[in-house]
């Protein structure tokens, strides 16, 4: 959101895509979650047709036309957490190989336990994906999200060093955030300036 | 003892699923749109059944997850090569673990009407990467015996006429080959046609030809079946009160 708004005040034009967000899996994502019918391949699957109609609609489109595109999570959001559900690395590498390389890819880290105090202050209780009670690593989903994301943050940290991710310690006060990255955002912004008829990416991960 | 009919995964499969064995037989039928595969399979079945056979059927795009959502964006016009590709996985790999799995863990026989060949076929026809394809299908199973009803286009066309008539899709429309549903339907059926007759090759299939009346197709088709079960080794059919029962000799067609 800040990060949006400081690339308009200086007169980028940007577009923003969430993840999981599009209409056309909406109905089998919103069942198989609902009567658990979701297995790791279908719930990966799922997400990458989600991933793949954004892709055609939301993301291409605007990168040809020379447009700023800031994703809230990529295919490296399927890389860690379908992997901590068991799916093979390579498989879910090679389903995604169809997305394009982002020209930036910010990594907001925190700590197991901050991420859990800030979703539960945020809301009265996990969500059953999220907390990885599917995975059946505890019947407490407090004790289930610990694993669980514990689990995904181990492989989006070895994630990070394949991709080159830029990492931003996200424990940190945002002011503080926003300048670290500012830097790292004005750096590629020289690149884009520079092309800017040419049509560049950018992509931001976070966990 | 050992099993004649080993199982093994296409590609990566499916690591997260404890190593089970998987004693029923995974028997398939491909064929391309109006060759007959489901009028064959409804006569399979009560056979195998009389033999003794616990059967099992599962058919393309028929998962409870993803039928739903297949059809309607079928019916609008959003899909891409690349996304009608995942929904056809995302449905194969429903119906994977939630039927064909459970079915041969129990003993049972699971006639497959179509597998993920025809994808194979109708991903070369839209030119998706057909490694990607491939990929893709790394969690099947590899099937124990590929039944491919063979038929020429000029042979087809009556067929498909007479019966359902031409759809949209299974006239390739959405290629754009031509604006006529005749042309555009001989054109993409003598391509898909093409592609299934590489992989029966590549895959070891064993082609039926179903330009045959319905009855010497399926007394061809017994027979391979037959031959192939003889072969495999006799699995125990479970019978309705749980008690398992000796398998039943086949008789020879």
């Known amino acids: 959101m800040l990060l949006e708004r400081w ?145 995904v943050l181990e492989i989006y940290d070895h994630v990070a060093g394949e991709f080159a991710f830029h990492t931003v310690d996200a424990t940190r006060e945002i002011p503080v955030q926003q300048r670290g990255f500012r830097r790292v955002m004005q750096e590629i912004l020289r690149d884009y300036d520079k092309q800017r008829s040419k049509g560049v990416r950018h992509a931001v991960q976070a966990p | 003892m050992r099993s004649k009919h080993p199982k093994r995964w296409y590609g990566h499969g499916l690591p997260y699923l404890k190593e089970k064995s998987l004693p029923g037989h995974l028997i398939v039928i491909e064929g391309t749109d109006g060759v007959g595969r489901s009028t064959q399979i409804d006569l399979l079945r009560p056979w195998l059944e009389l033999e003794g056979y616990a059967v099992s059927r599962t058919g393309w795009t028929r998962s409870p997850l993803l039928s739903e959502t297949i059809s309607e964006a079928k019916a609008g016009h959003q899909l891409t ?3 009608f590709s995942l929904l056809y996985a995302a449905d194969f790999a429903d119906r994977l673990e939630h039927e064909i799995l459970p079915s041969l863990q129990a003993g049972f026989i699971v006639l497959a009407d179509r597998y993920m060949y025809t994808a194979f076929a109708r991903n070369n026809v839209m030119g998706a990467d057909p490694a990607w394809t491939r990929d893709l299908f790394g ?46 339907f001989q054109h993409y059926q003598s391509r898909l046609t093409a592609e299934y007759r590489k992989l029966a090759q590549e895959f070891g299939f064993v082609t039926v030809d179903a330009r045959a009346p319905i009855d010497e197709i399926q007394t061809d088709l017994r027979k391979h079946i037959a031959g192939y079960l003889r072969r495999a080794e006799p699995v125990s059919v479970p019978s309705a009160d749980g008690e398992p029962v000796p398998p039943l000799s086949l008789r020879k067609d």
């Open chain 2, 139 to 184: 969690v099947a199973l590899v099937p124990d015996l590929v039944l491919y009803l063979d038929v020429d286009v000029e042979t087809l066309i009556p067929r498909v006429v007479h019966g359902k008539g031409m759809d949209y899709w299974e006239s390739g429309m959405h290629l754009a080959l031509s604006t006529d549903l005749f042309d555009s």
């Open chain 1, 7 to 151: 690339l308009r005040a200086r007169g980028y034009p940007v577009l923003f895509t969430g993840w999981n967000s599009s209409r056309l899996v909406r109905r089998s994502m919103r069942r198989g979650k609902k009567k658990n019918l979701l297995t790791p391949t279908t719930f990966s699957l799922l997400h990458a047709v989600d991933f793949a109609d954004r892709l055609t609609y939301q993301i291409l489109p605007p990168l040809k036309a020379g447009m700023i595109v800031l994703a809230d999570r990529y295919v490296y959001t399927a890389f860690a957490r379908d992997v901590a559900r068991g799916v093979d690395p390579d498989w879910v590498r090679a389903v995604y190989s169809f997305a394009l390389r982002p020209d930036l890819t910010l990594y907001f880290r925190v700590p197991i336990e901050v991420s859990l105090e800030r979703l539960l202050a945020g809301r009265a209780k996990l969500k059953y994906h999220e907390a990885g009670m599917d995975v059946g690593l505890s019947p407490d989903p407090v004790e289930s999200f610990r694993l669980f994301q514990s689990r």
């Open chain 2, 81 to 83: 090569v690349t996304t």
